[in-house]
C-alpha cells in the first residue's frame, strides 16, 4: 500500500475575513480526490464550498461502491447525482475543480477537469497534469467580467469545470501510468499549486523534496510565509491574501 500524507488549512473571504474551507478531500482503499469549490458571485447560489462537498459525496461513493470504475464516468455520474438531488442545471450552478488519483496492483489513473494539478514523479522522470484552458483564457484577457466567466464556462473554446452538465467529465485531462514505473505522486489545489505557477516558489522537485523530508505542511507554510510577505498583493496580484490549500503526497515507494 502506498503512503499517504495530505495536508490541508482554510484561507479567507474576498473580504479577508476566516470562513470554513471551500476544498475537500476524498480518500477511499485506492484513490485520492482533491476538489476545489470555486468562489461564487450569484447571490441566489449556493457556495462553490457547498457544491464541492457534495460533489465529494457522491464520488466516494462512486469509488466506494466500484472502486475499479473508469474515472470520467465515476465524474460524470456524480455531476449528474448532485445535479438531480438539488435541482442545480447547467449554467446556473456552483462548482468545483477535480482532481482524481486511483490505483491498482497494476496501473495509476489519473483525472484533471479545471486548476487543481496532478504531478507525477517516476523511472521517466516528471509529468505534471494540468489544466491550462482557464489560465490561457484569463492571461489572454477573455476573462475580464463575471458575464465573460459565466459564458465560457462549460463552453467550447472556453475552460471546463464540474457544475451540472455531466458532459465536462468528458472534456477533462487524463493519464495512466504502470505502477511500476511511478514513485510518487502530488495533488494540489490551487493554493498551493500557485507557489509554482506564479510566486516561483519552487519547481514541483522541490516541492517533493520539501514535503519528503518535513512533511506535506511543510509546503503549504511556504506558500503562506510567501503570502504574508505580500499581504497586500504588490508583488503578487490576487483577490485573496490566501485561498484554501488542500495538497496530497502519494508515495508508491513502500510497495
Known amino acids: 500500500m502506498p503512503e499517504i500524507d495530505i495536508a490541508e488549512r482554510p484561507g479567507v473571504g474576498l473580504d479577508g475575513r476566516p470562513r470554513p474551507t471551500e476544498d475537500h478531500v476524498v480518500t477511499t482503499a485506492n484513490a485520492v480526490v482533491l476538489l476545489d469549490g470555486a468562489t461564487e458571485f450569484r447571490a441566489e447560489l449556493p457556495s462553490g464550498g457547498w457544491y464541492a462537498s457534495r460533489l465529494a459525496e457522491h464520488l466516494h461513493a462512486g469509488l466506494t461502491s466500484d472502486p475499479f470504475a473508469d474515472l470520467g464516468d465515476l465524474l460524470a455520474a456524480a455531476i449528474a447525482g448532485v445535479a438531480s438531488e438539488h435541482g442545480l442545471r447547467a449554467g446556473n450552478s456552483p462548482s468545483s475543480t477535480v482532481a482524481m488519483l486511483r490505483w491498482t496492483t497494476e496501473r495509476v489513473d489519473a ?24 489560465t490561457r483564457l484569463r492571461d489572454g484577457g477573455h476573462l475580464r467580467t463575471r458575464a465573460d ?42 493554493g498551493v499549486s ?53 495538497f496530497a503526497v502519494i508515495d508508491f515507494t513502500p510497495d
Open 111 to 134: 483525472l484533471v477537469l479545471a486548476d487543481s494539478p496532478i504531478v507525477a514523479f517516476g523511472r521517466t522522470g516528471t509529468t505534471v497534469l494540468a489544466d491550462q484552458r482557464l
Open 149 to 190: 466567466v459565466n459564458r465560457l464556462r462549460n463552453a467550447e473554446n472556453g475552460f471546463w469545470v464540474a457544475e451540472a452538465d455531466p458532459a465536462a467529465a468528458e472534456h477533462a485531462l487524463r493519464a495512466r501510468w504502470a505502477r511500476a514505473d511511478i514513485d510518487t505522486v502530488l495533488l494540489a489545489t490551487d
Open 194 to 246: 500557485v507557489g509554482v505557477d506564479d510566486y516561483g516558489l519552487f519547481d514541483w522537485t522541490t516541492v517533493l523534496r520539501l514535503a519528503r523530508e518535513r512533511g506535506a505542511k511543510a509546503v503549504l507554510d511556504a506558500v503562506r510565509e510567501a503570502e504574508e510577505a505580500d499581504p497586500d498583493g504588490a508583488r503578487w496580484p490576487r483577490t485573496k491574501r490566501h485561498d484554501d490549500q488542500a
